[in-house]
């Protein structure tokens, strides 16, 4: 099963001779045209990063600046050691987690909708994609605001009118925020990273060969037979890419906690944390020991995707 | 496959063909309301916004309440004098000149990576895309104290060059597979001809990639009008952008929520305008070009 003879007629592609010499100007006239994003690339997320680095060794409050002085790696065992921090990095795992795993199951159901044909089948899709196309602010704070409240929010509307038709005349009125915290977090920002789900997966499920498939129904395989021997493990590598980038992706969120909770009733998550401690509460150095951990469980994450993202790009580079 | 067609025995089939069909269709409605009720939380947001502050906050809601333009023209400062023009110009400029940047940084890079190849082009590759994985976070700070130490605080020229490097990597891996598209032999043509690189990439490589380079523009353009943390602690009075406007938001109380409702709408449309027009291309972009 793993190996798909393609009988493409086409012959790769030719690219431009390859006369790669090590050396000497002509090595350098191939390289030119890279050079500017490259250096342009590694000034503006390399170097500050190795800035961070460095001051996260110290112990630096930007409102007692007479009193810096270098810490060792006294910040990491603050990070590690700090209930709010610690309490931090518990939420951003139980954050990214839960989303992922939500959207995943989502938008693979969906995905797997929009893989036939029906009537108006691309209206359908922009109208799953709409969510991930409004602005992230705006988003949030139409389920904070719009959705979530407890007096004329549309939740707790859908809830009076049910609340009618069985002649409940005071239907009860939770406070979706106050009550549950990060599930309201979670419930928007799922909202909004389905669709991106959803596309990989449609891409991944279009990229199946017909012929296979259609070999299996002619052979009386169910759709449940077809789906879990053929459908999902050609699909594996889409999910894996999936969730690694919708985790990296939102490990780094700030805009839906910063806006719907400001980080309080326990959904601070790291990003928003460590915004804090530099922003308001001034304390350079722990920031920064506490940006280099995310950066350390983002490499962790990242070097997993990576190597997905690098077996989808060989495989298309073989096919070609 | 291991029964060759014989005679049908029953009148089976159609009965199967029409459960089949039913199955179909349900299956088909099913798609139908799913995206209708993913698209809900917006198009609620779409009718409130148009409806009078005074019906937008109601138990239960006031669904057939009379349409009007109040909460735009709120938005827009008919009551207050405070206009939301300085942000939304300031994202649009932002954006503009970053998604700009992109494309001349990304298009000779994407050249040298797809076509006139550089050695281990690969291992670039992945260097590109491993510093998308950077969390912004980890370089906020030393960006604000260079910022503040240059006086760059408050400039969005400060945001296009951060935007450019967010990008940057999204834009290179997008284009270096469009770009690997264009044949060879048109290229080669061009260069026996005599022309340099500079008119090769603006002649004959970016007309023939025209619809791969545009779609890599509108989300470079929707990632820099959508980013928040950089232009919340970066700019304030003066370059404020349409994100961090809205932000104001965040605590308002009283009869406020059609106008909020006006302002996500019109900050959002841009994107909507852009993720529509790209949708083809859309998973392409986000997944950095793994998938196609």
């Known amino acids: ?320 | 496959m291991t029964t060759t067609t014989a005679p049908v025995p029953t009148p089976s089939p159609p009965r199967a063909l029409r459960r089949a069909r039913r199955r179909s269709t349900a299956l088909g409605l099913l798609a139908w309301v799913a995206g209708l009720l993913f698209c809900l939380p917006a198009l609620w947001m779409l009718l409130t916004s148009l409806h009078a502050e005074s019906d937008a906050a109601t138990n239960p809601p006031s669904l057939f309440a009379p349409l009007t333009l109040d909460g735009y023209r709120a938005f827009f400062g008919a009551d207050t004098g405070v206009t939301p023009w300085p942000p939304l110009l300031n994202s649009l400029g932002a954006s503009f000149f970053s998604t700009l940047l992109v494309l001349l940084l990304a298009l000779p890079a994407a050249y040298a990576l797809s076509i006139r190849r550089v050695r281990k082009w690969t291992d670039v590759m992945f260097f590109f895309l491993s510093t998308k994985m950077l969390p912004v976070v980890a370089g906020l700070l030393p960006v604000y104290l260079f910022a503040r130490n240059t006086g760059m605080l408050d400039n969005i020229w400060l945001l296009v060059l951060l935007y450019t490097s967010m990008n940057l990597p999204i834009a290179v891996w997008m284009m270096q597979s469009f770009l690997a598209d264009v044949p060879v032999s048109v290229i080669e043509a061009a260069q026996v001809d005599g022309a340099r690189l500079p008119t090769v990439l603006a002649r004959v490589v970016a007309p023939m990639a025209a619809p791969g380079i545009a779609a890599t523009a509108l989300i470079c353009f929707i990632f820099s009008w959508n980013e928040l943390l950089f232009a919340r602690v970066l700019t304030g009075v003066v370059a404020q952008t349409a994100p961090v406007f809205l932000t104001g938001f965040v605590t308002s109380q009283g009869l406020f929520l059609a106008q909020l409702c006006a302002a996500s709408v019109v900050v959002s449309l841009p994107v909507l305008a852009a993720g529509y027009a790209a949708q083809d291309k859309l998973v392409q972009g986000l997944s950095l070009g793994a998938v196609k």
């Open chain 1, 1 to 320: 099963m793993t190996t798909t003879v393609s009988a493409s007629p086409q012959s790769p592609p030719e690219r431009l001779a390859p006369a790669r010499p090590k050396t000497g100007p002509r090595a350098w006239a191939t390289r030119a045209p890279l050079l500017p994003a490259l250096v342009f690339l590694i000034a503006v997320t390399q170097l500050p990063f190795v800035a961070t680095l460095v001051i996260s060794l110290f112990d630096w409050n930007s409102l007692n600046p007479d009193k810096r002085s270098f810490n060792g790696l006294g910040n990491y065992a603050s990070v590690f050691t700090d209930a709010a921090l610690r309490e931090s990095v518990v939420t951003t795992v139980l954050l990214t987690a839960s989303v992922v795993l939500a959207t995943v199951v989502l938008g693979l159901g969906l995905a797997l909708l929009l893989d036939r044909t029906f009537f108006g089948r691309g209206l359908v899709r922009t109208l799953l994609i709409t969510p991930f196309l409004i602005v992230p602010v705006s988003a949030a704070l139409l389920w904070k605001h719009a959705l979530y409240n407890p007096e004329y929010g549309l939740f707790n509307g859908v809830l009076s009118w049910i609340g009618d038709l069985f002649g409940d005349t005071s239907p009860s009125r939770p406070d979706w925020i106050a009550e549950m915290p990060l599930l309201a977090v979670v419930a928007a920002l799922v909202w909004q990273w389905t669709p991106f789900m959803m596309l990989i997966l449609l891409a991944g499920l279009q990229s199946r060969p017909a012929e296979v498939v259609e070999a299996a129904r002619l052979d009386g395989a169910s759709a449940w037979q077809t789906f879990r021997y053929l459908t999902l493990p050609h699909l594996r590598r889409y999910l894996e890419l999936g969730i690694l980038l919708g985790a990296v992706y939102i490990v780094q969120n700030f805009d839906a906690v910063f806006t719907i909770t400001a980080g309080g009733l326990g959904t601070a998550n790291l990003p928003y944390t460590i915004y804090q401690t530099f922003y308001q509460a001034h304390e350079y150095g722990l920031a920064s020991a506490a940006g280099v951990v995310v950066v350390i469980g983002t490499i962790i994450i990242a070097t997993f995707a990576l190597r997905v993202v690098s077996s989808l790009f060989n495989e298309e580079a073989n096919r070609a």
